[in-house]
């Protein structure tokens, strides 16, 4: 039995089989009637009839596991945990659509009176969906649950009766510091997940992260392609934790899932009481006709449009100055002074003072955080001096904390009852331990020492920074995993209350740079560190990538600027903030007049670009770089504004290129009419016909950023 629904441009499929599984299938409207039947046997080998092989096998839309459940056979335990007994049990109920945006589907195991609802909600971006998961337990007996999905895709690809050899790729993005967004795209083939004669095992490329750094080794992304039709099926998780994907086959049938990391992947168990229930993280679907920027550009509209409540001075994207590649931990007033008086006329709004503020005790080897007491050799008449005297200015004063954590020499060191717990000692990674969250005293403690602080000292601008991961988890009667969730959830609450408690505070989203890079922490936040990459070639490369995984408004990217830089470095370095926030730092008080007016030009035309960069669509171009580190060739980005009327064209050119000049094909666009551009001055201007982009010879390593009208 199918039903079928269309919700918000897809085509929504339960089908349910015989075995009384419900599966979830999706296509974009516009494909539905390019969809065929299955096939119902194998026909090319005899000896597969009497075998009677696999063909399709119905997957559920939820996946759970509870802890009494008896695994699936078939060689996959210990690699996935899907297919337990608890499925075989669940009785689908009648699906509840409380009005034409949501479709609840609700199943019953009579075992336990558990209920489990399936959400799937439209959203305001077409081809796109919200997904999430809620177990009841209303039985009279606790039941511990290992598994719970938010999400379910299953039938890929419906526009072929056979297990469609060849023509599925997987797109995932890997990630590591200073290394960010890596896209590897990998046919099934190539995972290993193509079907076997027999086709009865499960088979699966379980993946994700464990810890509190949500973007390690890879981003809470997947995608499927169907190379023929070009129609795409995506999910990105919305977790700051420990989080699971799967890529599964069953036969011919391919789905994909995910949600919290499960017991064997992420050591989560959770006791559901008598009355109970659990929410799973919400998951941004999407199924789209096109190519993955296609995809992931609506993924990025959907966290587009849940950024509410931003502070009025975001809405013009305001340029920002942090002087920790200026003063690399040693900032003081006179310093800072010296930096905005240098900074005026530049069109820089924020001025932030990053690590070093704080006293260190002396037998603190590194910054002490924990205690937050200004020091005052540094800053002998407060921050709230210095952050006076900055708005006198005309700058928004900013500070940095890392207030989830302290370091050893502090006197927060010594509240181990308050830290997180692992065994029953005080949980230290490299030299921190973590506050414990939820811990009343420390939320009391935590409002005086950064919230009242930020009021007091009218601080407008807060990053928050945190420089390592709890790793499997903390101390919780269930597990460490349902410890490291609680705490996860402590980490969220503690965001939205500095968000309530002080007006008009911009906040950036920092963890050793982009490990935070997941819409939950960016919808919490203004704005993002894109990475902890300051200086190096791959700046551009990591930038560009990150356009498909996150609004560029919010990617805050760091130009630093040194006097021995040459031109051509100055306009690498500069026109790389134009793949998102400008974000400059460096020695800038020794930079000559020339230098300087080089800083003047790139801000006067980065405000320019702001409304392109704040509102868009982003296609990709050019080979791009294999090696980050040690770049060859090119890279170019073409983003348009979402009425069409204007677009940002930027392009960075590397090592290894031909002693010739580089033409460059654009994009089409109705955007042809050329405005302006940021460009150095060492060889002739870029030529642009209407069609092509010619890009003289000259140096390597340089950066060109060109506006255009409709």
């Known amino acids: 039995m199918t039903t079928s629904q269309l919700l918000n441009g897809l085509q929504i499929d339960r089908v349910t089989s015989e075995s009384g599984k419900t599966e979830l299938r999706l296509c974009p409207s516009a494909t539905a009637n390019q969809r065929v039947e299955a096939r119902s046997a194998i026909t090319d080998r005899p000896e597969c009839k009497k075998l009677n092989p696999v063909i399709n096998v119905p997957d ?48 019953h195991d009579p075992r336990h009176q558990l209920v489990v609802e399936q959400h799937l909600e439209a959203t305001e971006v077409e081809g796109t969906l919200r997904a999430w998961t809620t177990l009841t337990n209303h039985g009279d007996q606790a039941v511990s649950l290992e598994l719970l999905t938010s999400f379910v895709i299953s039938g890929i690809t419906p526009f072929v009766d056979n297990d469609a050899p060849g023509r599925l790729k997987i797109h995932r993005f890997r990630s590591w510091w200073s290394n960010e967004g890596r896209l590897c795209s990998e046919s099934l083939e190539d995972l290993h997940l193509e079907r076997n004669w027999c086709g009865f095992n499960t088979v699966s490329e379980r993946f994700g992260q464990v810890g509190t750094m949500p973007v390690r080794k890879f981003f809470p992304f997947v995608a499927i392609e169907d190379c023929q039709t070009g129609v795409l099926w995506g999910a990105q998780l919305a977790h700051p934790g420990s989080w699971q994907m799967e890529i599964t086959r069953r036969g011919d049938s391919v789905s994909i899932s995910g949600g919290l990391a499960d017991f064997e992947f992420g050591h989560w168990k959770k006791a559901l009481a008598p009355g109970e229930s659990l929410t799973t993280p919400v998951a941004h679907l999407a199924c789209v006709q096109g190519e993955l920027s296609d995809l992931t550009g609506q993924l990025v509209r959907l966290q587009e449009s849940q950024l509410k409540g931003l502070p009025e001075s975001e809405q013009s994207l305001p340029v920002m100055f942090n002087e920790w590649c200026t003063n690399w931990g040693s900032p003081s007033h006179e310093k800072t002074m010296a930096l905005a008086k240098r900074l ?6 924020y001025l932030v003072i990053d690590d070093g503020w704080a006293k260190r005790p002396p037998e603190a080897t590194m910054q002490s955080n924990g205690d937050w007491e200004v020091d005052s050799e540094k800053f002998p008449s407060g921050i709230g001096a210095v952050c006076q005297e900055l708005r006198e200015l005309g700058y928004i004063p900013g500070i940095w904390f890392e207030f989830e954590v302290c370091n050893p020499g502090s006197k927060a060191w010594e509240q181990a009852e308050h830290h997180l717990q692992r ?12 506050w414990n969250l939820n811990d009343p005293w420390v939320q009391d403690y935590l409002g005086e020492k950064l919230i009242d602080f930020l009021n007091d000292n009218q601080l407008g601008y807060l990053k928050v920074d945190y420089n390592d991961t709890i790793g499997i988890g903390c101390d919780h009667p269930d597990s460490l995993g349902e410890g490291l969730r609680q705490q996860v959830n ?25 490990h935070r890079l997941e819409p939950n922490m960016i919808g919490l936040t203004s704005m993002s560190s894109f990475s902890d990459a ?41 026109t790389a903030t134009l793949y998102g926030r400008m974000c400059l730092s460096g020695p800038v008080h020794d930079l000559s007049d020339k230098q300087m007016a080089i800083v003047k030009e790139a801000v006067s035309f980065y405000e320019q670009a702001a409304p392109i960069i704040k509102s868009g669509h982003s296609r990709f171009f050019g080979p791009g770089a294999h090696n980050w580190h040690n770049p060859t060739s090119w890279q170019g980005l073409w983003r348009e504004s979402h009425d069409g009327s204007q677009a940002l064209l930027v392009i960075h050119t590397f090592a290894g290129l031909p ?36 890009l003289p010879k000259g140096a390597e390593f340089r950066g060109y950023a060109l506006i255009f009208k409709k």
Request: net charge negative; hydrophobic share 35%; with cysteine.
């Open 659 to 694: 002693d010739q000049d580089l033409v460059i094909k654009l994009p089409a666009s109705e955007c042809r009419n050329f405005v302006t551009s940021l460009v150095d001055s060492s060889t002739e201007a870029p030529l642009f016909d209407g069609e092509t982009l010619t």
């Open 534 to 574: 300051h200086e190096s070639w791959n700046i551009p490369i990591i930038a560009r990538q990150l356009h498909y995984l996150m609004p560029p408004r919010q990617s805050q990217i760091w130009a630093v600027l040194y006097p021995d830089d040459t031109e051509e470095r100055f306009y690498y370095s500069l």
């Open 344 to 349: 005026l006329g530049t069109g820089i709004r």
């Open 490 to 514: 402590g980490i969220q609450s503690t965001f939205k209350r500095i968000r309530e408690s002080v007006t008009n505070l911009v906040i950036e989203n920092c963890s050793s740079g982009g």
């Open 423 to 434: 065994n029953g000692k005080p949980l230290q990674v490299g030299s921190r331990r973590f």
């Open 60 to 107: 559920s839309m939820v996946q759970l596991k509870l802890e009494d459940d008896i695994s699936s056979g078939g060689f996959i335990a210990g690699m996935s945990m899907q297919n337990s007994s608890s499925i075989d049990y669940l009785e689908q109920r009648e699906a509840v659509s409380t009005d034409d945006s949501k479709i609840i589907t609700a199943f």
